[in-house]
């Protein structure tokens, strides 16, 4: 009988503190356990505060994506005000939100993702030197570039929120600010520095020429075509991966979700089905693509430090009740785990290509299912799907200096709402409840929690715990496979209380 492994793993080069425990038999993961080590105690900081205190309170969620929560906190309330957004309040936030994104992408994979390539496990990569002198944590020549780079896109937010991160320029109705016509050409001019960086560095195209990558076939035959294009960060990433034979590692459930995310102005040149830019939508087991229905959604603990209850809980009948006690040894994670229709589902830039019919990404999990290369290719190529939409709500929003930011309504008193939309990491869900003018409910549902979920009620793995199994461990003491696939999934649980013993050692159930 072969001997089992268990192995802790405190997983670095992630937002937040993240541990994966993993069970090993001959070298290949045979279970595997994810424990976010951080408790979120925000919703319950907002029980009993004014109802648009979580335009404040809930962008410091994160520090990285701030403009995501600040914009599901905003559509939750407009839903319970009944508002219809201007045109130019739709624009303005989209394009705040699409800058995060944008830079959010390039950072993970440049600075998290790519640093394992760079590993002693890769020593005889052909191209290991090369990946050294690209991506050496805090000293790659990319790594440099892309610090600066996306930061200086990042004022584009700044210009049109104040600042970034934590903005609070969102609220019921539209946006606080309108932004002169020469605050807007400044961020055009920002955009077009980071798409031509972005084109000559990370794609080594035209975005058009990407654009026009719709099969496996033609993505290989773009690899070969042009050494600008094998040579940029997409490029390299791709040949790097074949040759270390990664096509096969991270495969998940294939079930796929999306809130969908970037509603479309009623006046606008920017084309998309449904009246958003991503679309909606819940794919099981590799299927057809299902109407998305926020009342599917659902909260389980029995794996959580959380008061238990039976089954899953819909956000607006959930509570966050922490109980760290470990009694039964069950539970393992702060994290609680997400469900839709009852199935743990994988969020993300890939899911958003899966539910939105992207004839790249179909074709390339057709042919090798959905594992850590697609999903990393899936957020190295999403700005290449967002630039051009940006640069035309820009210069729509120019056109129209008089056109109104802002619809006027009364204070919010009584209601109801959620607010859904695609933060970088995948699905984020604000559901909220205003009594007599005050929050008595407010509930979060991250890109991370449905990734990086525990087990729940009928014991089924969260996506990342399930995309372990199976991967092979070179060196049982540096498991930098089991890293691969965890981060292909960006994992973020940052901003946070921690929870600790009265000896300053972590909780454990």
Sequence with gaps: MSKRILRDIPLNRVEGDLEIRIELEKNRIVDAWSSGTMFRGFEN???????????????????????????????????????????????????????????SDVRQSVLMFLPDFTAALYA?????????????????????????????????????????????????????????VIELNQCRHLLARYRNWYEQSVLGCALERWQAVRSAADLDAWLEEASAQRDGDVGFFLRFARAAGLRDRGQGYGHFLSYGSLDLPADTAVVAGGGQLVAAGFVADFGAVQSFDQSRVSEHVAASWYSDYEGGKHPFEGVTDPRATGADGKKYSWCKAPRYAGLPAETGPLAERIVGGDPLFLDLVRQEGANLVCRQLARMTRPATLLAAMETWL???????????????????????????????????????????????????????????????????????????????????????????VRSFDPCLVCAVHVVGAEGTPLRG
């Design 124 to 180: 005889a990569h052909p191209l290991h030197a090369e990946a050294v002198k690209r991506y050496a944590p805090l000293a790659g020549e990319r790594c440099v570039d892309v610090v600066r780079q996306t930061k200086t896109f990042l004022e584009i937010i700044a210009i049109l929120g104040g600042q970034w991160p934590h903005s609070s320029f969102m609220v019921p109705g539209g946006v606080s600010y309108a932004p002169s």
């Design 45 to 103: 900081l907002l029980i009993n505060r004014g109802a648009l205190d979580g335009l404040v309170i809930t962008p410091r969620v994160c520090g990285i994506c701030s403009t995501t929560h600040l914009m599901a906190a905003a559509g939750a309330l407009d839903r319970i005000a009944g508002v219809v957004l201007p045109d130019n309040a739709i624009r303005l936030r989209n394009v705040a939100l699409m800058a995060e994104h944008c830079q």
């Design 395 to 485: 210069v729509e929003m120019a056109a129209r200096p008089d056109s109104p930011y802002y619809q006027p309504l009364s204070p919010l008193v009584e209601g109801r709402g959620f607010g859904l939309i695609e933060a970088a990491r995948g699905a984020l869900g604000h559901w909220v409840e205003i009594r007599e003018g005050r929050i008595s409910r407010y509930q979060i549902i991250t890109p991370t929690a449905w990734n990086g979920s525990p087990r729940d009620g009928a014991g089924l793995r969260g996506p990342w715990e399930q995309a372990l199994i199976g991967t092979p461990i070179a060196d049982i003491d540096n498991p930098v496979e089991a890293g691969h696939v």
